[in-house]
Structure formats: structure tokens, C-alpha cells
């Protein structure tokens, strides 16, 4: 799923070809991608984008008489630019907005159809959408540590929910755990101040970093390369891959559809967390610590 860097280089992208722009016209191919019924998606055609901001991990198309679309990527949704009057793919094509110097189209790798947009009358009615999470960018110190010590959760849980902190998914929740060098397992009521220092300081210099990064990938160009792997990364996607730091193998705990990855040299001590399916098929030939991985 594209978190915040992706995200806010693609607003970046947007605000550049589109603000200003009129919108000649909204077309859609998938009725189920529209989550809402008022107001009517051909009212959009004829209206000016006044802006391009998002909203966690949702880019909104702010128009001029304040009429709000929001889109939500999810997982596979994807964003492109292409010349006027593009045709909108019959296999992954979702819907297509028009303008006098391109067409951006909204696509969907994946089976399950997730990606969504919804239109609002007004911008204070897509606030209906908002879940509530700080910016990690903006909030000081002492509002993330007060926001995220609220409940006892673990850090991986506490960095990701959309409630607690607002952008910030699988891949740079395990980049920025990585490092501040804490576990993703340990409980957020359990740090203390300077060990949360160093989780805020990780996550706003990763965060950060990586929105430089891919914009200066992306360059004067619309970005295109948009994924949750890079190979820049330091361990998340490179299970079995060597750490780039202590050089021992990355691991990964799988949970429903969501994965944690880290290094036990680095994060836990050197203790190898179980993960509850190969652990329980392993059972005592389940590692233990990271000379057992040897």
C-alpha cells in the first residue's frame, strides 16, 4: 500500500499538472470504485482542482465550488499520467479525470477490488473519512509519545494504526523501527522518554528521507515506480537477506495479511520472535537466537 512518501509525491506530482486545471471530465469504468451515490460524478466536469492535498494515505482533488474526491489507493491501486482522452484499461482500469494537458488514471492490480473513491459536497464533509491520526511529519514530540503510550500496544500496531498515526504502513513502520533499533513486538507502555526520542527521531528522519528519495526519482516526471519493496530498504522485504549493519539474516513474522520484519541482531537482543504458524510446526527446532540461525 503507498504510505506517506509515495503519497506525498504524488500530491507533489498532481498539484503541479492539475491545480488550476479544469476538470473536463470524470469518467468511470468500474461503478464499483464510487463508494458514494451524492453528489453526481458528472457534476465535476467544468470545475477548476483549487488544490491537491491528502489525507493520511487518501490523495483528495479539492474543486473550486469545494466538491471533494477522495481517492484511497489501498494496496494495489495505482496512479498514472497519460496523454488527453487516455483509454481507461479494460483489465485494471478503474476511472480516468480529464484535462486540457492529460488524463490520470486510476488502476488496480489485484483481484480484490479495494481502491475506492468517494465524492463529498464539501471538504468538511470528507473529514467523515479521517481517522483521527497525527501527522508524523508536524506532531511534536511530546504529542506522539502522549498519542501512541494512550494504549498498550505494540510498536508495530501503534506506528500503523491509521488512529494513532496518520500514513505510515507495514513498510516504513519496519524501516523505522529498524532504526531506532527497537523491537516491533515491545509494548509502546513500556518505553521510556528517551527511548521514545528515538522512536520519533527514526521515524520523521525515515519518513523524511524517503520522501526526498522518490522525489527526486520521479524528478520533473509523474511517478510511476510506486511500491512497498525497494531494494534500498534495510530489511523490510529482505527476509533471509543479511542485515546491512550486523550482516545476520533479516526475519519476518507473518500475521494475517500484514508481515513485521527485523533484525535480531539489532532490534531484540538476539532473540529470534516466534512466528505463530512455523513455530508451531517447528516446535523445538523453532530458532531461538540468531547463533541458531547459523
Known amino acids: 500500500m503507498p504510505e506517506l512518501?509515495?503519497?506525498?509525491?504524488?500530491?507533489?506530482?498532481?498539484?503541479?499538472?492539475?491545480?488550476?486545471?479544469?476538470?473536463?471530465?470524470?469518467?468511470?469504468?468500474?461503478?464499483?470504485?464510487?463508494?458514494?451515490?451524492?453528489?453526481?460524478?458528472?457534476?465535476?466536469?467544468?470545475?477548476?482542482?483549487?488544490?491537491?492535498?491528502?489525507?493520511?494515505?487518501?490523495?483528495?482533488?479539492?474543486?473550486?465550488?469545494?466538491?471533494?474526491?477522495?481517492?484511497?489507493?489501498?494496496?494495489?491501486?495505482?496512479?498514472?499520467?497519460?496523454?488527453?482522452?487516455?483509454?481507461?484499461?479494460?483489465?485494471?482500469?478503474l476511472a480516468a479525470w480529464d484535462f486540457a494537458d492529460g488524463t490520470l488514471l486510476l488502476t488496480e492490480s489485484s483481484k480484490k477490488k479495494r481502491a475506492a473513491i468517494h465524492l463529498f459536497a464539501s471538504a468538511d464533509e470528507a473529514a467523515v473519512l479521517d481517522r483521527g491520526g497525527?501527522?508524523?511529519?508536524?506532531?511534536?514530540?511530546?504529542?506522539?509519545?502522549?498519542?501512541?503510550?494512550?494504549?498498550?500496544?505494540?510498536?508495530?500496531?501503534?506506528?500503523?494504526?491509521?488512529?494513532?498515526?496518520?500514513?505510515?504502513?507495514?513498510?516504513?513502520?519496519?524501516?523505522?523501527?529498524?532504526?531506532?533499533?527497537?523491537?516491533?513486538?515491545?509494548?509502546?507502555?513500556?518505553?521510556?522518554r528517551d527511548t521514545w526520542a528515538r522512536l520519533y527521531r527514526a521515524m520523521q528522519v525515515t519518513l523524511t528521507r524517503w520522501t526526498e528519495r522518490l522525489s527526486a526519482e520521479a524528478g520533473e516526471g509523474f511517478p510511476t515506480r510506486v511500491t512497498a519493496f525497494r531494494p534500498e530498504m534495510a530489511v523490510h522485504g529482505k527476509f533471509r537477506e543479511a542485515c546491512p549493519v550486523c550482516g545476520y539474516p533479516v526475519q519476518r513474522i507473518v500475521y494475517?495479511?500484514?508481515?513485521?520484519?527485523?533484525?535480531a541482531s539489532c532490534q531484540t537482543g538476539g532473540r529470534v520472535l516466534a512466528d505463530r504458524a512455523l513455530s508451531r510446526l517447528l516446535k523445538a527446532n523453532w530458532p531461538k537466537t540468531v547463533e541458531d540461525l547459523e
Open 134 to 192: 497525527l501527522d508524523p511529519l508536524t506532531s511534536t514530540l511530546e504529542q506522539f509519545t502522549e498519542r501512541l503510550s494512550s494504549e498498550n500496544h505494540t510498536l508495530k500496531r501503534a506506528l500503523t494504526d491509521q488512529r494513532m498515526l496518520a500514513g505510515i504502513g507495514n513498510a516504513y513502520s519496519d524501516e523505522i523501527l529498524f532504526a531506532a533499533r527497537l523491537s516491533p513486538f515491545q509494548k509502546t507502555q513500556s518505553l521510556d
Open 5 to 93: 512518501p509515495d503519497i506525498t509525491v504524488y500530491v507533489n506530482a498532481l498539484n503541479h499538472r492539475v491545480r488550476g486545471q479544469t476538470l473536463e471530465q470524470f469518467r468511470i469504468r468500474s461503478p464499483f470504485v464510487l463508494r458514494t451515490v451524492e453528489p453526481d460524478p458528472a457534476s465535476l466536469a467544468g470545475q477548476r482542482v483549487a488544490s491537491v492535498r491528502h489525507q493520511a494515505k487518501r490523495i483528495m482533488l479539492e474543486m473550486d465550488s469545494d466538491t471533494t474526491c477522495v481517492i484511497h489507493l489501498m494496496i494495489a491501486g495505482r496512479l498514472h499520467w497519460k496523454k488527453r482522452g487516455a483509454a481507461i484499461p479494460v483489465r485494471n482500469g
Open 256 to 263: 494475517a495479511e500484514n508481515e513485521a520484519n527485523y533484525c
